[in-house]
Each structure stands twice: as structure tokens, then as C-alpha cells.
């Protein structure tokens, strides 16, 4: 019986072993959201194995910190999950690649020509509030500006946070030279400035605010997950500020074909079904006929804001101190 | 000579960890281009929290720790573990508990709303301080109650055959036992708050409440400056190290003065006042610190039966760690439980757990791949921020026996293994099991360096709590900091209790 054990744990490891060695590996760094079992990183990675006869492994972990490191020694071949504030640091780096992908059939509300970064999905900077426990929604961004004080809001950290950061660009974009004041007036509704995005909603989920600082997609996961119709997002006609997540192919991959390939996948029917209930946002390429019943339903902004990365990279020292002068009052 | 030749390993092994990742990360780094005017803001209110922080939990452990030392009631043991458990908790778990209590909805402001009171505010300069002095009042207690329940009961006994006074007692037992502890207490909490940051922003209620870790985190995950993230750690290293060095010059040496080990009932603080006061003490202490633990247990009710198998197994990755964390953590402190091994030790949460993590993983990276070490370095480093923790706890004790047992040592001609096992172990059982028990504890709830080391086949418990935040799964996340709340304080009680407090052995 022993024998037979050893024999067959025998037959298993060298069975592996030929795996290992004729299968490609294709390694995706991507973010921990991306990667957790709650995240749509499973599926991803189940889809794709369905069709390319490799191993994609997915290496969790902060994205740019790590492949800025790491160099032209990197062991990823795509990168999952970036930024448009990273992305010109990432540019800079010359590590990554073009896509090759024809970007003129995306379904973003922005035109896409950028070669290098792919985006899979997007949504925009929104206030979440819960319509059972306020009744007066501020409708406009001004509206919001000129509330009560006792209207509390938590937001996070530009500092800290990519949503935080999001959120002083769009003031800068709605407000231009008067957006100081504009935190200024914001101020006294502010309850308190997270480090993450996590902590913020989660002050908001125990009843802690009355507004959140999310996205307009957030209640997608209420309605689909929960059943739950009464977290809504509050539609500015000012405008919402665009907030894309984004691929690349590093340029030294020892697997190009396959990158080049999963690329292709990011932006399959298949793949964009999946990603707006598996990320909770909006697919970057599938017409709104097609989305989830969910996703349907969500309030949409009529305008869209958006910075390149150029002009965000420039606005970014004077948006965040100006909100840190005006919050520090 | 045995002796001295593993302090020296111990002691370098400690220093290489601080210097080698601060190098590291030098040399990868560009020119350094100054401090900004943020900088500075951030470094002042830094400095005024961590004072501030440090001297209130200190100031009430004394009181609450006089009072646990000199009363006996049921349910004490249970307590005085259960006062251990904020100290542990994942700190956005620990600020949602508070927030429960104190914040905007919570308890208090739903008590007070009937009764016309006006709203309690708890964002600002006063909430950082109430949540640093709930995170660290229950260790400062412990640390001052493990000097009280030192001194040899004879010396109460003496001093209520002498007929000493209140004041009279006060000056010759309890404040030279007080200025032997208290000291070391306060560095070891300044140097912990020095590097706080999600809990002293979000309670702090925005940028004014900045400190210099999250300038830090900016430069490093933002910024990509690793000169400005070396830079501002190493005067958060320099702050922390100046803090220890007072703390060192201020602290008296024990004096010889052993006892028989032998449980004697307390003469002293049996009037009325007394009484009542330490009633008054340990009962506020109490509502304070485990109203916001049953508050996180009351919300992870309804999430704990609903995690999956993964969570489990994270659970399982979190226990090894631990205990790994704890054996290591152990032999770094013994042969470091001097004046300099702890002022050495305070390294250990005085360096930016991010300066940190980025240095080891350039050092790392070059010869194995660090996803494959995740759960070994994460042990490593874990052992290594609980380490001033533990030698805070170990040392005045380990002194006051070397002060002790050093004549009968010479006397006997004991060896250094017949002294350890003899002599200086069981005498040292107490601070052990205690020193132990929080090690274990606190490596089940850091996350710490895990950020570059993330192995999804690895994840730990935190990690999870993290992950299902992230997806909306906010009861979960509650259930999954339930789990991690009862797991870390499970394996406080096990170790805690090899060497519980008062006990008769």
C-alpha cells in the first residue's frame, strides 16, 4: 500500500514537472483587488487558460513600486491594473510596450489613443449616499458646496489614495482657479479623510457619513449583490471625473505572443461580460445593451472630465496642496 | 563568554536589519531634494501626538495598574487578558470598533441625543489621543502592573509591620518601582505612535492630523522618491533612537532586593478611598477599552459563519507565522534584554515598516524570488517590530534577577545552562509567557511588509480582512476581524497564562 502511494505521489510530481516545463507561463502582476478570491483575478485566469494552452499566474502586490524595482529584471510580462496617475511615471520607465489593440472601438465616454496602456474598464468619481438617511441630495457640486454642515462626508486621502487623488482633479476641473475656495467651503462637511478607499467606505456602510467619496458603480454591487436599491450615487451636471484601470506589456516579456494575446482577451465579448460584476465597473468595450441588469440601472453622468496624463501630472503638486491648505484651516 | 558571544549575534543581526534595508534603499535612490513646508507640519504634529499619546496611557496605567495589582476579585485574570486585546487588533478594525462608541452614530451620541446633550465630536487632535491611549494604555498597564506584582511581597508586609503611611510607602516602594518602569513604557508608546498613520488620519479628521509615515507612504507608492522615503525614515529612526536614549539615561537601575517568591496577601491601600478608587479605575478602564471590542465582536457576528474555506486557511498561514514570529522573537530578546539591546530593539518599530519592506525586498530580490519567502520574511519582520515590545517587558525584570542571584551565582560556581534553566528562566516565567503571548498576538494581526510580498496561495488573515473590504464585503470583512480577534486573543491566553499574573506557582 505504502509502496503504491509513493509510486502514484511519484507519478504526480513528474507529471507536474512535464507540465511545468511544456507549459508557457504567463505572469501578470496585477493588484491585490484584482487577485483576492473576490476579486475577478480567478475567473481571469480560468477564462484565459480555457483558450491558450498556458499557465497565467497572477503575482499580487503594489503595481508600480514593485516593476520600478524590479527593472528590465522584472519576471512580469503584462502589467493589470494601473492608473492613468501612474501611467506616466510607468511611460517614463521605458519598460513596457505597445499594445497593438485598435483602440477606436472602446466604449469609453473619453477617446482612447494611447499605445501603450489598454484600458479593461472605467467609472467615474461619485458622492454614494444612502436615500434613507438623507432626503435632501444635493443636486450639483455647487448644491454640495452650499449644503448644510451637518451634511457629513468622508473622502479620501489624495496623498494616499488614487480615488483621493480623483477627487482633487475633479474639483481642480470643475472649479479651475476657484477650487481652494471651493475646499473651503467643502471643509466643515468633510467628517474625515481616510488613507484608502476601504476604510472610507466602510465608515460610510456602519452609518458613520452620510456621503462616501466612490464611484458612480458602486451601487451596482448593492443592487446586484444585496438587492439592496438604496445606496445611489449623486449625479453632478458639472460633471464627473473619468477613472480608467489600465494594462501593459512589458516590453523584455520572454512570452510576447502571449501577451499580445491576452491583450486581445482583455477586450474579448467573453472578458468584458465578465469584468463589470467581476471589478464593479464599466467594461471598456461593450455597448450598455449588454451590460448586466444591474449596471443598467446606475445613475450616469451626462458630462465627463478627464486630465491627460500630462496635465494631471502638472496640476498634481498645486490640486493636493491647495487641499491641504484648505483642510488644514 | 557563551552569553556574551549570542548578544553579539543577536545584537548584530538586529542592527543589520535596520541598516541593511536603509542602505538598500539609499542606493537605489536619486539626489534627495529637501523637506517641504508639509514636511515640517507633518513632523510637529507627529512629535505633539506621539508626546501627548505616550504620556496619557502612561499617566492612567498607574492608577489602573496600582489598583489591579493590589485587588483581588473574580474574573480579574480574564480581564487583565482581555485588556491586552486592543493592543492586537488590526487597526482599521480597532478604529471602527471606537468609532462605534464614539464616533458620529455611535453609542455614546445615541445615549446623549434624548437627553438634549450636544454632539460628541470625536475627530481631531483629541480622537488620535483617545485612539492611541486605547491602543496603548493596555500595554502600558500590563507593563507597569508586571513591575508591581515583582516587588517581593515582603516588602509590603515589612512596610505594614513599620506601620508606613500611604506617602511613606509611595517613596519607598512603589515611586523608585514606578521610575524603574515608567520610563521605558513611554518611549516604547512615543516611538509606536511616531509611526502612525491610518488611525491618525482618519481620526484626526484630514491633512492636519498628517504624520511623517504618511509622507513616507506618498513617496514611496506614489512618488516613486525613494531618496524623500529613505530620507524622512531615517528622521523618524533618528526621533525614535533620541526618545530611547532619554528614556535610558532617566531610568533607574534595579536594586538588589529579592524576595522568596511567595504569594502574601497585600497590607496596604485596604481603606476606604483606596477602594473605592481602584473600583472607580478598573471599572472606567474596563468600559473603555472592551465597549469597542464587543462592538467589533457584535458586528462580526452575523459575517463569521459566512467565511469560506480560504479565509480558514489564511487563518491557518497566520497561526504558523505567529508562532514562528514568537520562537524567533524569544531568542533575539534573551541575550538582548540589557540597557543598549533595548534601546538597540527599538529599532524595531521605530524604522517605516515600508522603508523596511522596500529594503529587504532590493536585498532579497537578487537571490530568491520574494514571493516564494512571503511568509518568511513577513515572520521575520514580525518578530522584529515586537521585538522592543518584548525586551520593555523582559528587561527590568531579567535585571532585577542578574542583580539578585549574582552573589549566589558566584557563590555556587553555577554554569551558564545551570543558571538559565535554574535561576533565571522560571524566575523570568511571568514576563515570558506575557512577552510570548503579545508577540504571537501581534503577528497574527500585522500586515506589515506584506505588500511586496504577497503570495496568493499564502495570504494571511489580515490580508483577507483587507481583500474583502475592498470587494464591498463589509460584514465578511467584520466576520473575518471576529475570527482575528478571537485567534489573537486565543493565543495571548495560551502564552499568558504559562505565566499568569498573581499566580501562586
Same mark, same amino acid.
Request: overall charge negative; hydrophobic content about 50%.
Given at each position: 500500500?505504502?509502496?503504491?502511494?509513493?509510486?502514484?505521489?511519484?507519478?504526480?510530481?513528474?507529471?507536474?514537472?512535464?507540465?511545468?516545463?511544456?507549459?508557457?507561463?504567463?505572469?501578470?502582476?496585477?493588484?491585490?483587488?484584482?487577485?483576492?478570491?473576490?476579486?475577478?483575478?480567478?475567473?481571469?485566469?480560468?477564462?484565459?487558460?480555457?483558450?491558450?494552452?498556458?499557465?497565467?499566474?497572477?503575482?499580487?502586490?503594489?503595481?508600480?513600486?514593485?516593476?520600478?524595482?524590479?527593472?528590465?529584471?522584472?519576471?512580469?510580462?503584462?502589467?493589470?491594473?494601473?492608473?492613468? =496617475?501612474?501611467?506616466?511615471?510607468?511611460?517614463?520607465?521605458?519598460?513596457?510596450?505597445?499594445?497593438?489593440?485598435?483602440?477606436?472601438?472602446?466604449?469609453?465616454?473619453?477617446?482612447?489613443?494611447?499605445?501603450?496602456?489598454?484600458?479593461?474598464?472605467?467609472?467615474?468619481?461619485?458622492?454614494?449616499?444612502?436615500?434613507?438617511?438623507?432626503?435632501?441630495?444635493?443636486?450639483?457640486?455647487?448644491?454640495?458646496?452650499?449644503?448644510?454642515?451637518?451634511?457629513?462626508?468622508?473622502?479620501?486621502?489624495?496623498?494616499?489614495?488614487?480615488?483621493?487623488?480623483?477627487?482633487?482633479?475633479?474639483?481642480?476641473?470643475?472649479?479651475?482657479?476657484?477650487?481652494?475656495?471651493?475646499?473651503?467651503?467643502?471643509?466643515?462637511?468633510? $467628517?474625515?479623510?481616510?488613507?484608502?478607499?476601504?476604510?472610507?467606505?466602510?465608515?460610510?456602510?456602519?452609518?458613520?457619513?452620510?456621503?462616501?467619496?466612490?464611484?458612480?458603480?458602486?451601487?451596482?454591487?448593492?443592487?446586484?449583490?444585496?438587492?439592496?436599491?438604496?445606496?445611489?450615487?449623486?449625479?453632478?451636471?458639472?460633471?464627473?471625473?473619468?477613472?480608467?484601470? $489600465?494594462?501593459?506589456?512589458?516590453?523584455?516579456?520572454?512570452?510576447?505572443?502571449?501577451?499580445?494575446?491576452? $491583450?486581445?482577451?482583455?477586450?474579448?465579448?467573453?472578458?468584458?461580460?465578465?469584468?463589470?460584476?467581476?471589478?464593479?465597473?464599466?467594461?471598456?468595450?461593450? =455597448?450598455?445593451?449588454?451590460?448586466?441588469?444591474?449596471?443598467?440601472?446606475?445613475?450616469?453622468?451626462?458630462?465627463?472630465?478627464?486630465?491627460?496624463?500630462?496635465?494631471?501630472?502638472?496640476?498634481?503638486?498645486?490640486?493636493?496642496?491647495?487641499?491641504?491648505?484648505?483642510?488644514?484651516? | 563568554?557563551?552569553?556574551?558571544?549570542?548578544?553579539?549575534?543577536?545584537?548584530?543581526?538586529?542592527?543589520?536589519?535596520?541598516?541593511?534595508?536603509?542602505?538598500?534603499?539609499?542606493?537605489?535612490?536619486?539626489?534627495?531634494?529637501?523637506? /517641504?513646508?508639509?514636511?515640517?507640519?507633518?513632523?510637529?504634529?507627529?512629535?505633539?501626538?506621539?508626546?501627548? #499619546?505616550?504620556?496619557?496611557?502612561?499617566?492612567?496605567?498607574?492608577?489602573?495598574?496600582?489598583?489591579?495589582?493590589?485587588?483581588?476579585?473574580?474574573?480579574?485574570?480574564?480581564?487583565?487578558?482581555?485588556?491586552?486585546?486592543? !493592543?492586537?487588533?488590526?487597526?482599521?478594525?480597532?478604529?471602527?470598533?471606537?468609532?462605534?462608541?464614539?464616533?458620529?452614530?455611535?453609542?455614546?451620541?445615541?445615549?446623549?441625543?434624548?437627553?438634549?446633550?450636544?454632539?460628541?465630536?470625536?475627530?481631531?487632535?483629541?480622537?488620535?489621543?483617545?485612539?492611541?491611549?486605547?491602543?496603548?494604555?493596555?500595554?502600558?498597564?500590563?507593563?507597569?502592573?508586571?513591575?508591581?506584582?515583582?516587588?517581593?511581597?515582603?516588602?509590603?508586609?515589612?512596610?505594614? /509591620?513599620?506601620?508606613?503611611?500611604?506617602?511613606?510607602?509611595?517613596? /519607598?516602594?512603589?515611586?523608585?518601582?514606578?521610575?524603574?518602569?515608567?520610563?521605558?513604557?513611554?518611549?516604547?508608546?512615543?516611538?509606536?505612535?511616531? #509611526?502612525?498613520?491610518?488611525?491618525?488620519?482618519?481620526?484626526?479628521?484630514?491633512?492636519?492630523?498628517?504624520?511623517?509615515?504618511?509622507?513616507?507612504?506618498?513617496?514611496?507608492?506614489?512618488?516613486?522618491?525613494?531618496?524623500?522615503?529613505?530620507?524622512?525614515?531615517?528622521?523618524?529612526?533618528?526621533?525614535?533612537?533620541?526618545?530611547?536614549?532619554?528614556?535610558?539615561?532617566?531610568?533607574?537601575?534595579?536594586?538588589?532586593?529579592?524576595?522568596?517568591?511567595?504569594?502574601?496577601?497585600?497590607?496596604?491601600?485596604?481603606?476606604?478611598?483606596?477602594? /473605592?478608587?481602584?473600583?472607580?479605575?478598573?471599572?472606567?478602564?474596563?468600559? !473603555?477599552?472592551?465597549?469597542?471590542?464587543?462592538?467589533?465582536?457584535?458586528?462580526?457576528?452575523?459575517?463569521?459563519?459566512?467565511?469560506?474555506?480560504?479565509?480558514?486557511?489564511?487563518?491557518?498561514?497566520?497561526?504558523?507565522?505567529?508562532?514562528?514570529?514568537?520562537?524567533?522573537?524569544?531568542?533575539?530578546?534573551?541575550?538582548?534584554?540589557?540597557?543598549?539591546?533595548?534601546?538597540?530593539?527599538?529599532?524595531?518599530?521605530?524604522?517605516?515598516?515600508?522603508?523596511?519592506?522596500?529594503?529587504?525586498?532590493?536585498?532579497?530580490?537578487?537571490?530568491?524570488?520574494?514571493?516564494?519567502?512571503?511568509?518568511?520574511?513577513?515572520?521575520?519582520?514580525?518578530?522584529?517590530? #515586537?521585538? +522592543?515590545?518584548?525586551?520593555?517587558?523582559?528587561?527590568?525584570?531579567?535585571?532585577?534577577?542578574?542583580?539578585?542571584?549574582?552573589?549566589?551565582?558566584?557563590?555556587?560556581?553555577?554554569?551558564?545552562?545551570?543558571?538559565?534553566?535554574?535561576?533565571?528562566?522560571?524566575?523570568?516565567?511571568? +514576563?515570558?509567557?506575557?512577552?510570548?503571548?503579545?508577540?504571537?498576538?501581534?503577528?497574527?494581526?500585522?500586515?506589515?511588509?506584506?505588500?511586496?510580498?504577497?503570495?496568493?496561495?499564502?495570504?494571511?488573515?489580515?490580508?483577507?480582512?483587507?481583500?474583502?473590504?475592498?470587494?464591498?464585503?463589509?460584514?465578511?470583512?467584520?466576520?473575518?476581524?471576529?475570527?482575528?480577534?478571537?485567534?489573537?486573543?486565543?493565543?495571548?491566553?495560551?502564552?499568558?497564562?504559562?505565566?499568569?499574573?498573581? #499566580?501562586?506557582?
Amino acid at each position: 500500500m505504502k509502496k503504491a502511494l509513493t509510486f502514484a505521489a511519484g507519478l504526480l510530481a513528474s507529471t507536474t514537472l512535464v507540465a511545468a516545463q511544456d507549459t508557457p507561463v504567463l505572469t501578470v502582476y496585477a493588484g491585490d483587488y484584482i487577485v483576492s478570491e473576490w476579486g475577478p483575478g480567478p475567473k481571469i485566469e480560468e477564462m484565459f487558460e480555457a483558450q491558450c494552452d498556458c499557465d497565467l499566474q497572477f503575482k499580487p502586490g503594489d503595481l508600480l513600486p514593485r516593476i520600478l524595482l524590479e527593472g528590465e529584471q522584472t519576471d512580469a510580462d503584462i502589467v493589470f491594473g494601473l492608473n492613468t =496617475d501612474v501611467t506616466k511615471k510607468a511611460r517614463e520607465s521605458g519598460l513596457f510596450a505597445p499594445h497593438g489593440q485598435d483602440t477606436s472601438t472602446l466604449t469609453l465616454p473619453v477617446d482612447w489613443t494611447d499605445e501603450v496602456f489598454l484600458p479593461f474598464n472605467y467609472g467615474h468619481t461619485a458622492f454614494i449616499y444612502n436615500e434613507e438617511r438623507i432626503t435632501d441630495v444635493p443636486a450639483s457640486f455647487d448644491d454640495l458646496l452650499n449644503a448644510p454642515d451637518d451634511l457629513k462626508v468622508v473622502i479620501q486621502d489624495p496623498r494616499s489614495s488614487i480615488s483621493g487623488l480623483a477627487l482633487v482633479l475633479w474639483v481642480k476641473a470643475v472649479y479651475g482657479d476657484k477650487a481652494e475656495a471651493a475646499w473651503e467651503q467643502l471643509a466643515p462637511k468633510i $467628517l474625515t479623510v481616510t488613507k484608502g478607499w476601504s476604510e472610507s467606505y466602510g465608515l460610510f456602510t456602519d452609518g458613520e457619513a452620510d456621503m462616501v467619496l466612490s464611484y458612480t458603480t458602486s451601487p451596482a454591487y448593492h443592487i446586484i449583490a444585496e438587492e439592496d436599491r438604496t445606496k445611489k450615487a449623486a449625479i453632478f451636471p458639472e460633471g464627473h471625473y473619468f477613472m480608467v484601470e $489600465l494594462s501593459a506589456k512589458v516590453a523584455g516579456t520572454d512570452v510576447p505572443e502571449l501577451a499580445d494575446e491576452f $491583450l486581445a482577451f482583455q477586450l474579448s465579448e467573453e472578458f468584458q461580460s465578465m469584468i463589470a460584476t467581476g471589478n464593479w465597473s464599466f467594461p471598456a468595450k461593450l =455597448d450598455a445593451a449588454q451590460w448586466p441588469d444591474g449596471f443598467k440601472e446606475l445613475n450616469l453622468p451626462e458630462k465627463v472630465l478627464f486630465y491627460s496624463e500630462d496635465e494631471a501630472a502638472a496640476l498634481r503638486d498645486e490640486t493636493v496642496e491647495e487641499w491641504r491648505r484648505a483642510l488644514s484651516q | 563568554m557563551a552569553a556574551r558571544a549570542l548578544a553579539i549575534i543577536a545584537a548584530l543581526t538586529v542592527a543589520g536589519l535596520v541598516v541593511g534595508p536603509v542602505t538598500a534603499v539609499i542606493l537605489r535612490a536619486d539626489a534627495f531634494s529637501g523637506f /517641504t513646508p508639509a514636511d515640517w507640519q507633518a513632523l510637529r504634529f507627529t512629535l505633539v501626538q506621539a508626546t501627548l #499619546s505616550a504620556l496619557l496611557s502612561v499617566l492612567f496605567a498607574i492608577p489602573l495598574a496600582r489598583a489591579l495589582a493590589r485587588r483581588q476579585f473574580p474574573g480579574r485574570n480574564l480581564l487583565v487578558a482581555l485588556l491586552g486585546a486592543p !493592543f492586537i487588533l488590526p487597526v482599521i478594525v480597532a478604529v471602527l470598533g471606537l468609532l462605534a462608541v464614539f464616533g458620529q452614530s455611535g453609542l455614546l451620541n445615541r445615549a446623549f441625543a434624548p437627553l438634549g446633550l450636544p454632539e460628541l465630536q470625536i475627530y481631531g487632535l483629541h480622537g488620535v489621543l483617545l485612539a492611541h491611549v486605547f491602543f496603548n494604555l493596555p500595554l502600558a498597564t500590563r507593563l507597569i502592573l508586571q513591575g508591581w506584582l515583582a516587588v517581593p511581597a515582603e516588602q509590603f508586609r515589612l512596610a505594614a /509591620t513599620l506601620g508606613l503611611g500611604k506617602r511613606a510607602l509611595w517613596h /519607598t516602594v512603589e515611586l523608585p518601582l514606578l521610575k524603574r518602569i515608567v520610563p521605558g513604557a513611554f518611549a516604547v508608546i512615543f516611538v509606536i505612535c511616531l #509611526s502612525s498613520f491610518a488611525v491618525a488620519l482618519t481620526l484626526g479628521g484630514g491633512p492636519r492630523a498628517t504624520t511623517l509615515e504618511l509622507a513616507i507612504y506618498q513617496s514611496m507608492r506614489f512618488d516613486f522618491d525613494l531618496a524623500r522615503a529613505a530620507a524622512l525614515g531615517l528622521v523618524q529612526l533618528g526621533l525614535a533612537l533620541s526618545a530611547g536614549l532619554v528614556a535610558l539615561k532617566v531610568t533607574s537601575m534595579p536594586v538588589a532586593a529579592k524576595g522568596l517568591d511567595r504569594v502574601v496577601p497585600r497590607w496596604d491601600g485596604q481603606d476606604g478611598v483606596s477602594q /473605592t478608587l481602584d473600583v472607580v479605575w478598573i471599572g472606567l478602564a474596563a468600559a !473603555f477599552l472592551l465597549t469597542p471590542l464587543a462592538m467589533v465582536a457584535l458586528n462580526g457576528v452575523a459575517g463569521i459563519t459566512t467565511l469560506g474555506w480560504s479565509v480558514w486557511q489564511a487563518a491557518g498561514h497566520s497561526m504558523s507565522v505567529a508562532l514562528g514570529s514568537t520562537l524567533l522573537c524569544l531568542l533575539w530578546a534573551l541575550p538582548l534584554a540589557t540597557r543598549w539591546g533595548e534601546w538597540l530593539g527599538l529599532a524595531g518599530i521605530a524604522l517605516s515598516p515600508l522603508v523596511l519592506g522596500i529594503g529587504l525586498f532590493l536585498i532579497v530580490r537578487p537571490f530568491a524570488n520574494p514571493f516564494e519567502l512571503a511568509l518568511y520574511v513577513t515572520a521575520t519582520v514580525n518578530a522584529f517590530v #515586537s521585538l +522592543p515590545f518584548v525586551l520593555r517587558i523582559l528587561r527590568p525584570e531579567a535585571e532585577a534577577i542578574r542583580a539578585d542571584y549574582t552573589r549566589l551565582r558566584g557563590a555556587l560556581g553555577l554554569s551558564g545552562w545551570a543558571w538559565l534553566r535554574w535561576v533565571f528562566l522560571p524566575r523570568l516565567k511571568r +514576563p515570558l509567557g506575557f512577552a510570548a503571548g503579545l508577540t504571537a498576538a501581534l503577528s497574527m494581526g500585522d500586515l506589515g511588509v506584506i505588500a511586496l510580498f504577497a503570495d496568493p496561495d499564502r495570504a494571511t488573515l489580515p490580508l483577507k480582512v483587507f481583500q474583502l473590504m475592498g470587494a464591498y464585503r463589509m460584514e465578511q470583512a467584520a466576520g473575518a476581524a471576529l475570527l482575528l480577534l478571537i485567534l489573537s486573543l486565543g493565543l495571548f491566553w495560551l502564552f499568558d497564562k504559562g505565566g499568569r499574573v498573581g #499566580s501562586a506557582s
